[in-house]
């Protein structure tokens, strides 16, 4: 919209034509003369040719180019031969002059927030000669503003919080606009903030755009959110202006102005008796309608409980009722106690008037469970003297049935406590005796556990270790406490010492150990010095030792000790004699030993035998490789002999044949050899030749065969295998079967052979031979 102020400006740029030359006489002039600090019109200095500022308004709307100014020097007589040129800013584009006129014009609108001055330079030539007239002039071109940019907001969403219940007047946020048109000229920039959403809770200053609350105890949990409309409007507001609007977002926070409160004040709870201590039992809650540590609450038992104790969830705010002490239906059934809740922080302008704690009520029911027997004592430590005999008293157990019903109880020992099985367990009564002798050298301590099971219900049971202690008895004898290497000197002197001795015992008696030493008084070498401190000195009672007489002596010692009964052992002490300096330092202990006779050392003996017992060993090793061999039987399955035919080349020569069988040997068996061996198979080993009883004369040899038979199975060198050749079987597939007659039960006389005709034209012979018929008999 243009102002009054911009309808004069064109005013007087349309009459300034008219009205420039009564204020500038013969020279050029601007729109309207600009008044100086003195009050008078602007004019040209006696050096310039020109006004040296022009205006212009920006959006301009014409359809035209929009007229800006005149040039004109004096010297421009109006015959057309000045010329004016325009050099600077958008010179050419931006602005054109008319060379003969001098008059300036804009292409096109301006935007004064793009560009507020432009700056030009002017010239004046001569056109035939193009000299310069006028001197370079500069001026500049200033842009009028006008309201043709609306305010605008940074965000268009704003998000603010105030608390809830505040005070009427408390500030919320601020909201600014800005306005690109110039501040400076007019009321275009000058904005004044509205609202236009949000009353009657919240207001806005006009001029800052700083909301604030209007409405006194706006209560967050009534209404949390809120949405209001902020307008910017510039021309200070009046009408025509432009405008701009924006969205705040409010929240009221929360204080704590709402004390907890129980919605129930009774509350009711079951728990059986065999709940663990520290489980919960139950939850109880209050309700606050604040928010985060606001709505932070506190649970107590009022006075304390013995039994029970309540917590606070820090999730869920809920008060947790917790088990401190076990509980029991056969002792109490039935527990109330109150509870406390309140707020752990609490705000000071809402604590007046206001209790910021509630009450409730707690009924806890205990229910009755099938519990588990519970042993008199936990654990047991019993004390056993060892070398109890088997089925000793060690002691008793004792458990019960908690529940009403007493219900009998069962006693049995963990086996995988007593791998040993040393003990056993009455299962009624509870009495535990040994199996077996207790040693306490062996184990100190042996750690079992017992089990109580209920018999009507074995699924309940308890468990009880179970510590015995093995009581020492003086059962073992005291020994040497360790191995002594003892020598004597040959030149030692009688009464000199040679060793301290000392012992030990596996026993530990109540008043410590006490050993006594001694030897036989009539030992003619050695004596002994007990000293009472259980160690004993070794004495020589003579002198004079010699190696070559003896290099060693067995010394036996008796130690005893001071226990009931009391226990006594001998030791024996090897003492061997060496060759030692005037000072009594052992030099050398072996015996002197003497060449050998025949030049051969130890050495080389020890090679010779190594020798021979590795030949010894590689023979034992290579019989034994010759017996692990097997030979194949001729036949392997009885079943199938297809593949197992024996093929004999030769038909034999009859009697005539003497290479095939002796027959003379079976007739006359004193002439047979003295070392024959089998012709049918390659013997695995030589055994030794028996000679065997002779035959007698005339015997037969159904007889004679027998007599061998009787004497080979009797013969523990005879070889553990039979020879066994099959003949003529043709296989399971043949009509004929076997033909052989070793599995016949009939004699030859009686067998009936008229089967054979049917067999066909391969058994025609075989048939003429049996039955006795001609040829032409049979039909095949």
């Keep these: 919209m243009i102002t009054n102020q911009v309808l004069l400006l064109l005013m007087l740029s349309i009459l300034w034509p008219t009205i420039a030359l009564p204020f500038a006489p013969g020279n050029i002039g601007n729109l309207f003369g600009m008044p100086e600090s003195d009050g008078k019109i602007l004019q040209r200095s006696k050096r310039g040719w020109m006004w040296n500022q022009f205006f212009l308004l920006e959006e301009y709307t014409g359809n035209d180019h929009q007229y800006v100014g005149k040039l004109h020097s004096n ?123 949000g009353q009657p809770y919240f207001s806005v200053d006009s001029e800052n755009g700083t909301i604030k609350t209007a409405l006194p105890g706006m209560d967050r949990e009534v209404k949390e959110n809120y949405q209001v409309v902020i307008q910017a409007k510039d021309m200070a507001g009046q009408m025509g202006g432009l405008s701009g609007t924006t969205t705040v977002s409010i929240t009221l926070s929360d204080v704590n102005d709402s004390p907890p ?59 947790v009722i917790i088990i401190k002490k076990p509980l029991d239906y056969e002792t109490k059934r039935d527990y109330e106690f109150r509870v406390e809740v309140k707020n752990t922080y609490l705000d000071a302008r809402f604590i007046h008037g ?41 002691g008793v157990v004792s458990a019960r049935d908690p529940d009403a019903d007493n219900k009998p109880v069962k006693y049995s020992i963990d086996r995988h406590t007593d791998l040993e099985r040393l003990f056993n367990i009455d299962s009624v009564n509870g009495t535990i005796t040994t199996l077996k002798a207790l040693d306490r050298e062996t184990s100190k301590w042996h750690n079992i556990s017992v089990v109580a099971t209920e018999i ?32 004597v000197c040959e030149n030692v002197k009688a009464g000199q010492l040679i060793q301290t001795i000392s012992a030990v015992d596996t026993d530990e008696p109540l008043v410590g150990h006490k050993f006594v030493f001694s030897i036989s008084p009539t030992n ?10 259980n160690t004993a000195n070794i004495l020589t009672r003579r002198g004079g030792f010699s190696r070559r007489e003896m290099s060693m002596y067995l010394l036996p010692v008796v130690i005893s000790d001071n226990g009931y009964p009391i226990q006594s052992s001998t030791s024996t002490l090897i003492v061997r004699v060496c060759a030692c300096d005037s000072r009594g330092n052992m030099q050398s202990c072996n015996p002197e030993v003497l060449p050998f006779s025949d030049g051969l050392t130890t050495g080389a003996l020890v090679a010779i035998l190594l020798c021979v017992i590795i030949l010894l060993m590689i023979v034992v090793l290579f019989a034994a490789l010759r017996r692990q061999r097997k030979k194949e039987p001729l036949i392997i399955s009885k079943e199938d002999v297809r593949d197992n035919v024996v093929s004999y080349n030769d038909e034999g020569g009859g009697e005539e044949d003497t290479q095939a069988f002796d027959i003379g040997t079976l007739r006359n068996p004193e002439v047979m050899d003295a070392n024959k061996l089998r012709r049918d198979i390659i013997p695995e080993m030589l055994f030794p030749f028996r000679r065997t009883s002779p035959i007698k004369d005339n015997t037969d040899v ?79």
């Excluded at 910021?356 to 469970?369: R, S």
């Excluded at 003619?524 to 401190?533: A, H, K, M, Q």
């Design 75 to 197: 010297m421009d007589k109006g015959d057309g031969n000045v010329k004016y040129i325009l050099t600077g800013d958008g010179a050419g584009t931006l602005f054109l002059i008319d060379e003969k006129s001098g008059d300036i014009h804009a292409t096109k609108r301006l935007d004064r927030e793009e560009k507020a001055m432009y700056t030009l330079n002017a010239k004046v030539l001569d056109r035939n000669t193009n000299a310069e007239l006028e001197p370079d002039t500069e001026f500049n071109i200033k842009i009028h503003d006008i309201n043709d940019n609306a305010p605008k907001f940074a965000k268009e969403i704003y998000f603010a919080s105030v608390p809830e219940m505040s005070e009427v007047g408390t500030s919320v946020v601020t909201v600014t606009a800005t306005d690109a048109d110039d501040q400076t000229y007019g009321n275009s920039a000058k904005l004044v903030y509205s609202i236009l959403q």
């Design 456 to 487: 009507n219900n074995p699924r309940q049971t308890t468990r009880v270790p179970v510590f015995i202690k093995v009581l020492d008895v003086n059962d073992n004898a005291p020994e040497f406490a360790m191995s002594y290497d003892t020598f």
């Design 261 to 319: 409160r129980f919605a129930n004040h009774s509350f009711r709870v079951t728990a059986v008796e065999s709940t663990v201590i520290g489980a919960a039992i139950g939850r109880i809650k209050a309700d606050d309608p604040d928010v985060g540590r606001n709505a932070e609450m506190e649970y107590t038992i009022v006075g304390g409980h013995d039994i029970f104790n309540i917590i606070t969830d820090q999730i869920t705010q809920e008060g």
């Design 354 to 394: 206001l209790q910021f704690k509630d009450y409730a009520t707690v009924k806890v029911t205990v229910e009755d469970v099938d519990e588990p027997p519970i042993f008199t004592r936990n654990p047991y430590i019993i004390e056993v003297h060892e070398d109890t005999a088997a089925g000793s008293f060690v």
């Design 702 to 780: 159904r007889d004679f065969i027998n007599g061998r038979l009787q004497e080979n199975d009797s013969d523990p060198t005879a070889p553990p295998y039979d020879s066994l050749a099959t003949y003529a079987y043709e296989g399971t597939g043949s009509l004929a079967e076997s033909l052989s007659s070793l599995e016949s039960a009939a004699t030859e006389g009686d067998q009936e052979y008229d089967y054979l005709s049917n067999w066909g034209p391969q058994f025609k012979k075989l048939a003429e031979m049996y039955i006795g018929k001609s040829p032409d008999a049979f039909e095949f």
């Design 524 to 533: 003619p070498n050695f004596t002994i010095d007990d000293r009472e401190d």
